[in-house]
């Protein structure tokens, strides 16, 4: 199975502020990544897919980037809306596996 | 608008039985593979479970493998979960979701149902 790992589990950020989130795969998913946000109580979200494709709806200020084993998502000029935890999650072959998530905080 | 709305979810003894439903409307279901993934309490997202567009390729976690079945009725645009020999560690949010493209397996889900609880307890 592919493991997935992220980086860091947690941070803390004001708005405004441009953010990195890194997710590393246990072996090449080629561009089969993708990422979701999840806010309390509520479903996750698609929100980036095949690494850098940008769901409909999804501001422009959300970027992907990355192939083979390593993947970043970035948020430029972070929003309250943006307070959340991502996850990373590989579509490249079963078990479709989820990374343990990025709590994204208000500083 | 696209909709999934899963339901079945109770309170259940270790070794006990279940069967998740999740109903969809707003677009073609045939044409949409499907998954089942799951969220414990506080915890992460777990993927659970696939079937096809057509139901003809299933696959599982290896922590549900032999115990669960998907299946779907596409007259009935509704996809299933049988759930046997229920463990504590099985307790969870269960949410029905699909794969964002038609007629592929492979790529991200959306959207995803509110999901339904699954709680087995003695």
């Known amino acids: 199975d592919i493991q997935m790992t992220q980086s860091p589990s947690s941070l803390s950020a004001s708005v405004g502020d441009r953010i990195t989130i890194t997710c590393r795969a246990s072996?090449?998913?080629?561009?089969?990544l993708n990422w979701y946000q999840q806010k309390p109580r509520k479903a996750p979200k698609l929100v980036i897919h095949?690494?850098?494709t940008l769901q409909r709806g999804v501001p422009s200020r959300f970027s992907g980037s990355g192939s083979g084993t390593d993947f970043t998502l970035t948020i430029t000029s972070l929003q309250p809306e943006d307070f959340a935890t991502y996850y990373c999650?590989?579509?490249?072959?079963?078990?479709?596996?989820f990374g343990p998530g990025t709590k994204v905080d208000i500083k | 608008e696209v909709r999934l709305v899963e339901s079945g979810g109770v309170v259940v003894q270790p070794g006990g039985s279940l069967r998740l439903s999740c109903a969809a409307s707003?677009?073609?279901?045939?044409?949409?593979?499907m998954h089942w993934v799951r969220q414990a309490p506080g915890k992460g997202l777990e993927w659970v479970s696939v079937?096809?567009?057509?139901?003809?390729?299933?696959y599982y976690a290896d922590s549900v493998k032999g115990r669960f079945t998907v299946s779907r009725d596409n007259s009935k645009n509704s996809l299933f979960l049988q759930m046997n020999s229920l463990r504590t560690e099985d307790t969870a949010f269960y949410y029905c979701?699909?794969?964002?493209?038609?007629?592929?397996?492979?790529?991200?889900?959306?959207?995803w149902g509110l999901g339904t609880l699954v709680t087995v307890s003695s």
């Open positions: 079937i096809s567009w057509d139901g003809s390729t299933t």
């Open positions: 095949a690494t850098s």
């Open positions: 999650q590989q579509s490249y072959a079963s078990p479709f596996t």
């Open positions: 072996q090449t998913i080629s561009s089969y």
């Open positions: 979701t699909r794969t964002d493209h038609v007629m592929i397996i492979y790529g991200g889900f959306d959207p």
């Open positions: 707003g677009f073609t279901f045939d044409k949409y593979t």
